[in-house]
């Protein structure tokens, strides 16, 4: 839609994606078909071609999935973007897109658990490399990551469960100045307090299974280009994108299709051969939660700030950490970079005492369920080193940046001072 870039996040959250036309249905359809009828061979024909556009197999593209992608792609202010099944599918694909066999990336160290698991284990099964950076290191430090076969970095904006803060002009840079795309993980912040294309990213990922969907019901996430990077210039290294698809009849990405090389061939060639499409229902699902994300992100954001500075007065506690707070270190890089400062709604701390303390809090906690999941309406809290962590040993979860004691709080949308009592009933036990 052409005139969302004019319009503001709320209305775009609401509206964006689906402009009915006279007598279409005001809410946009579930288009429960795989599949879609044409006149005559020769229009079908074109579509395999890439000759036109149009949609011929679910498995490549649906309308209700791309109504719900060009909202995301609004929200974000990018030129295309595509659903995935999940966050998962959504990292694989933004890093397979442009790497090979025999190539290299770069990330952040302090990333979500499962997508470190995607690109230290088996990406390598791939034969594509990674090397993990401390996102807090110098530009120089961590430029010393790249290789001549180096395709991409990338980080995210606010880490899982580590709550690092990505400084994305910084990391932008180093990308740039190696000739490669920077990749940044957006979920955490959702584009209502960060886009990180305003500060140089290139493509952005969701696990929209988070707040994005914000109800826990389900999976799923997205790609969005942001458009600005020149594959061209740099032709060298990507000639996936540059050089002619052999599946395509000789086809390139760069020449054929512009700015939208990227998601294209994400779309006709690994979602074609891969097949992680979202299910067109998890996509009116997620839209439903796309129409409220801008009246839910900031009372997260909220209620996280009040159960945070709670926390930091009890003298239970031994720590808190969240961008919200001064003694946060990356409070100025949160305020640059977050809408008014707003990081997400999830909190970590730990408690005075052994890792039992932890555990003992969280097992009397009434109102805050144990959940693996987190980033949804209900108050759920995760405590890493005995579930999502539990493999690794106290010095690992050091090194993953993972504290033994660290509990993951996610706050949800409920009346903040229930959260507290719950909290403080819990602690008091
Ligand atoms: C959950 C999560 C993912 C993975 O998403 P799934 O939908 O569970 O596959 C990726 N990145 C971040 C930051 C997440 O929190």
């Not at 066999?101 to 658990?113: M, P, R, W």
């Not at 409220?292 to 003298?315: F, G, I």
């Amino acid at each position: 839609m052409e005139n969302n870039k004019k319009q503001n996040l709320e209305t775009i959250c609401v509206q964006a994606g689906w402009a009915p036309k006279n007598g279409e249905p005001r809410v946009l359809p579930i288009y429960q078909s795989t599949t879609f009828k044409y006149d005559n061979t020769e229009q079908m024909a074109d579509l395999f071609d890439l000759k036109a556009s149009g949609y011929f197999y679910t498995r490549l593209q649906n309308p209700t999935n791309d109504a719900v992608a060009a909202k995301i792609t609004a929200l974000e202010g990018g030129v295309a973007g595509m659903l995935t099944s999940s966050g998962q599918a959504a990292s694989f694909y933004a890093i397979f897109n442009i790497c090979e066999a025999g190539d290299h990336f770069v990330s952040s160290s302090t990333i979500y658990g499962g997508t470190f698991n995607l690109f230290a284990v088996t990406m390598k099964k791939f034969g594509i490399d990674c090397t993990f950076v401390d996102p807090d290191a110098s530009e120089e430090e961590i430029a010393k990551a790249f290789r001549p076969n180096t395709k991409a970095l990338f980080g995210e904006t606010i880490a899982n469960p580590v709550l690092s803060v990505l400084d994305i002009e910084k990391f932008a840079r180093i990308a740039h100045s190696h000739g490669v795309p920077l990749i940044v993980d957006n979920t955490f912040p959702t584009p209502i307090n960060c886009r990180p294309f305003e500060f140089g990213a290139d493509i952005v990922t969701h696990a929209t299974t988070k707040y994005m969907d914000g109800h826990a019901s389900n999976v799923g996430g997205c790609i969005v280009d942001s458009g600005n990077f020149d594959w061209e210039a740099h032709k060298d290294k990507f000639p996936g994108l540059t050089e002619p698809d052999p599946s395509y009849h000789g086809l390139a990405y760069t020449k054929a299709f512009g700015k939208n090389a990227y998601i294209t061939k994400a779309t006709v060639q690994l979602m074609r051969d891969l097949g992680s499409i979202q299910a067109p229902q998890n996509a009116f699902l997620l839209n439903l939660g796309l129409e409220s994300l801008h009246l839910r992100v900031p009372r997260h954001c909220e209620n996280a700030q009040k159960v945070a500075e709670y926390l930091e007065k009890n003298d239970k506690v031994a720590w808190v950490n969240y961008s919200g707070l001064k003694s946060s270190k990356y409070h100025a890089l949160a305020q640059k970079q977050f809408t008014n400062g707003q990081s997400c709604g999830v909190v970590t701390f730990g408690l005075k005492g052994d890792r039992e303390r932890a555990i003992r809090f969280m097992d009397n906690l009434k109102l805050a369920c144990i959940v693996t999941h987190v980033a949804d309406a209900r108050t759920c809290v995760l405590h890493p080193a005995s579930h999502t962590h539990r493999q690794l040993s106290d010095e690992q979860l050091i090194e993953a940046g993972v504290r033994p004691d660290l509990i993951r709080f996610s706050v949800g949308i409920e009346n903040v001072n229930d959260i507290i009592a719950d909290i403080e009933q819990a602690l008091e036990k």
